[in-house]
């Protein structure tokens, strides 16, 4: 199966290379472009990519504000390693997020994560993920945190601590599809959009340790 790539950033070269690189893989296909957040946004809907590759600095509708609004996985792409566009991009929904200057290869396989519901972030920015998490007090959890089963925070644990879902699979000795509803459920009972805002949650409401 072929992983239908949309990539929307304001500089037509920085999007003619991604598309050189992306367009390259037999398993990958760009089947669109976009220069803003807002275009981004109408090609997602009409051209209906599996992955979005959006760049966070952009006219008229940045990147971090698309994000809120597209609703197929996100990996966000920005020149600047700052944590605001870090944060910001991870706490608007995106999946993955990588620097411009990332090798080729990572941006593949953050695409093909991405398709497959995983998160990838940039080893670069790792770092300050878990900086930030060792740095901020542990904020208690609301009552959404009741409504999980016991099975469904034990899943919540094990993917804050980066386990796939075949991993958690085989840790509970369960199948992989029943991770993957229990996953699901998850998320919609916290009001998260993305795999990398559950990491988020269970590290800063305490769950795990930094």
């Known amino acids: 199966m072929t992983i239908r790539v949309l990539v929307a950033d304001d500089q037509p070269a920085v999007r003619s290379a991604l598309r050189l690189v992306l367009d390259a893989e037999s398993d990958i296909s760009v089947v669109g472009e976009a220069g803003n957040g807002a275009a981004a ?47 910001g991009a991870l706490a608007a929904g995106a999946i993955g997020f990588l620097l411009k200057d990332s090798p080729p290869q990572l941006v593949l396989d953050a695409v093909r994560a991405a398709a ?29 945190l009741e409504r999980l089963t016991d099975r469904e925070r034990e899943v919540l644990l094990l993917v804050a601590r980066g386990l796939t879902n075949a991993e ?13 509803t229990h996953v699901s459920r998850v998320l919609a009972k916290l009001g998260l959009r993305t795999r990398v805002q559950a990491v988020v949650y269970a590290y800063g409401h305490g769950l795990v340790a930094g």
């Open 168 to 180: 958690i699979a085989r840790t509970l000795w369960v199948e992989e599809g029943t991770v993957k």
């Open 116 to 144: 497959a519901g995983r998160g990838l972030i940039d080893p670069a920015v790792t770092p300050r993920l878990v900086a930030r998490f060792a740095a901020v007090s542990p904020r208690p959890a609301g009552p959404e």
């Open 41 to 87: 946004i109408l090609a997602a809907q009409e051209l209906r990519p599996e992955v979005v590759l959006i760049d966070i600095r952009m006219p008229r509708m940045d990147g971090i504000a698309a994000i809120r609004e597209l609703t197929v996985p996100v990996v966000a792409l920005t020149t600047f390693d700052l944590d605001e566009y870090l944060f």
